[in-house]
């Protein structure tokens, strides 16, 4: 062991140097020398769904924060060591004689196991790890649990009331100290390719790993190229001196910062769009959210704005406590939160489309079940933005292109391929997030997927957001769909958002003709295909579905969910793969009713609510606060 500290401070989801806890705790112990690194994770190159957009975020954040640590010292950069952290840390406490590893408290299933594996093998090298600290949350999600009794945060009061106030962000170091030598004196482990989830997002070979230390040999964070990516699409870029120039923008207009409502922000505004767009940043670490936090506070806190400022929920701070509420959750249930199958918290409802599970360890493998060729289609049509709806198609695109779509889009696509049109599982619509967008976090991306097919947190199933009059409160013109459906761009206002009803005179003079099932074109004219449901005959069914599932009663980790036995308590003529009376194992869901968010939901146009069912509430509370 050294006689002063040598320390490698391990970067993963807090790529920054303000308010950084463990950063603080690593220069806390007056270390000789520190080795900023980045482990290149193969879990995360081949076996998470990443598309090109968030890979580029990832690079922007790392490329930044190495220039600024270079900054402070100018010895010393972003380390990016190209192999898997299980293997190359022991390897590297040895070479670089390292007495301290630290590194920010991570509570996402993953992370759990790989830091665990990682501190028992520095405990054997004679390494200290240091790794108590939070920073990736207002509140320390395992404290949240704790603070709950034990389990999962179903609502933000859950989330926010029982641990007090949120701590102050801390400095920015301003200097850090010199890393020791930089000798790689051991082979490099390399990684399986296979299998590679991302292929698809591939058009180029992956070498990522051809070096321990890049093609260079100067710990050089990788390029798009290296990883075989395809382009990134998006304008939207990472890295914590954008972050934190785009957080001094937001706190200089006081207005917008205390009068900021989520329900009123506009889902078509695009240029710009109508939200903060700093999510991405809170994922990759790049924004602290206590600066935010308490930056936002102060502006809420001046007398000439407490009158007028909004409040939690719909507020820029109630936004922050729905995320730690889904890390919370996460923090609790570990792998089974992103699933039905074994979820204590999350009602069966037979969607189409299920996932396939892995009898060894009850996880999904990734792959489905088509038990429906119809809804296979209409999955793949609404991922690509063909359903013949301009609202959905244009929302999926702008997804697919930008990486990121506002709250309430997301609600309207989450929606119409759950419980307000497909009947189709929301697991398959939430893979679909994970792979494009910039912002993707486990926690908050399944959390939303159950809440808004009404499978946790949120039970009002019987409320569906119209593809047709919700789009029109905001945007009656059409704009956003002109933008990201631009074969639609010449048609008039009237049938923008139903452009089938248009006149075929009408379709030929606009340039675009409205038939099939395909984008395309026929002569010199566009096609764009007509819908490929008639949306109120399919929501009424799928309310049925949803209503009759709530009222069989089972959640995801029931046996009969699990042995496939649930099939005898549905009829063989409801909705979804129900046909016999035992069959392969499906997720389920469950209905958790919270009211913190029912402004979102409860918009007087454009969110279609059957009378009949308006008492029926379905679900009983199992953690969250009873919807009013």
């Known amino acids: 062991m050294p006689s002063k500290p040598r320390v490698i401070y391990w970067f993963r989801t807090d790529l920054r140097l303000h308010d950084s806890p ?253 939200t903060t767009l700093l999510s991405p940043h809170h994922h990759f670490g790049s924004l602290s959210v206590r600066l935010f936090y308490h930056r936002v506070q102060e502006v809420i806190n001046k007398p000439a704005n407490k009158k007028r400022a909004s409040t939690i929920p719909t507020n820029l701070i109630g936004q922050l406590l729905f995320r730690d509420m889904y890390f919370g959750a996460q923090a609790a249930l570990g792998y ?40 296979e289609t209409w999955f793949q049509r609404w991922k690509f933005g063909r359903t013949g709806f301009p609202w959905i198609d244009a929302l999926m695109r702008q997804l697919r292109q930008e990486g990121w779509i506002h709250h309430l889009g997301r609600h309207a696509v989450a929606c119409f391929l759950t419980r307000g049109g497909c009947y189709i599982d929301w697991e398959r619509g939430a893979e679909v997030f994970e792979e494009w967008l910039i912002d993707h976090e486990t926690s908050c991306n399944s959390g939303n997927w159950q809440w808004l097919s009404c499978a946790a947190f949120f039970a009002q199933f019987y409320r569906c957001y119209s593809p047709i009059a919700f789009p029109k409160k905001w945007d009656d013109e059409g704009a956003f769909v002109r933008h990201f459906v631009p074969e639609l761009k010449e048609y008039n206002k009237k049938y923008i958002y139903e452009p089938w009803k248009a006149p075929i005179a009408d379709q030929k003079k606009w340039g675009c003709l409205i038939k099939g099932d395909q984008l395309g074109e026929e002569g010199n004219m566009k096609v764009y295909p007509k819908p490929m449901f008639d949306f109120n005959e399919r929501r009424g069914i799928c309310i049925e579905g949803v209503k009759n599932a709530y009222h069989v009663g089972l959640y995801g980790n029931d046996p009969r969910v699990k042995d496939g036995s649930w099939r005898n308590l549905f009829d063989d003529r409801a909705e979804g793969p129900t046909e016999g009376t035992k069959g392969p194992t499906v997720e389920g869901q469950s209905g958790i009713v919270d009211g913190n968010e029912v402004d979102e939901e409860n918009m007087d146009l454009g969110v279609i609510q059957d009378e009949r069912e308006a008492e029926h509430k379905g679900g009983e509370n199992k953690g969250g606060d009873e919807t009013p």
Not at 348 to 360: A, E, N, Q, R, Y
């Open 22 to 274: 463990a950063l603080h705790a690593a220069l806390d112990l007056k270390p000789d020398c520190l080795y900023p690194i980045w482990c290149w994770d193969p879990h995360y190159v081949y076996r998470a769904r990443v598309g090109p957009n968030r890979w580029q975020y990832l690079l922007d954040c790392q490329s930044d924060l190495s220039s600024s640590i270079t900054k402070l010292n100018k010895k010393s950069k972003l380390f990016v060591v190209r192999e898997a952290p299980q293997t190359v840390l022991p390897k590297l406490f040895k070479a670089w004689n390292i007495s301290h590893l630290v590194f920010e408290r991570d509570t996402d299933p993953y992370a759990k196991e790989r830091d665990a594996k990682i501190m028992e093998l520095a405990k054997e090298a004679g390494v200290e790890v240091v790794a108590t600290r939070h920073g990736r949350t207002l509140y320390d999600p395992d404290d949240l649990v704790k603070a709950n009794g034990g389990k999962p945060t179903m609502s933000i009061t859950q989330a926010a009331e029982k641990l007090g106030d949120v701590p102050k962000p801390l400095p920015t170091p301003k200097s850090l100290p010199d890393p020791g030598d930089l000798t790689l004196d051991f082979e490099q482990t390399r990684p399986s390719h296979e299998p590679d989830i991302n292929s698809i997002q591939r058009d180029g070979k992956e070498n990522s790993y051809t070096s321990l230390s890049g093609p260079d040999h100067d710990f050089a964070v990788p390029t798009m190229s290296e990883l075989g990516l395809k382009p990134a699409t998006s304008a939207h870029r990472g890295g914590e001196t954008r972050a934190l120039a785009a957080l001094d923008d937001i706190i200089a207009n006081e207005s917008y910062t205390t009068t900021f409502s989520k329900p009123s922000t506009a889902p078509t505004a695009f240029s710009p769009q109508a």
């Open 336 to 375: 089974s939160f992103a699933q039905t199958y074994d979820n204590s918290h999350v009602r069966f409802i037979p969607w189409h489309l299920p996932s396939k599970i892995d009898p060894s360890n009850g996880l999904i493998t990734g792959e489905h079940t088509i038990d429906s060729e119809e809804a």
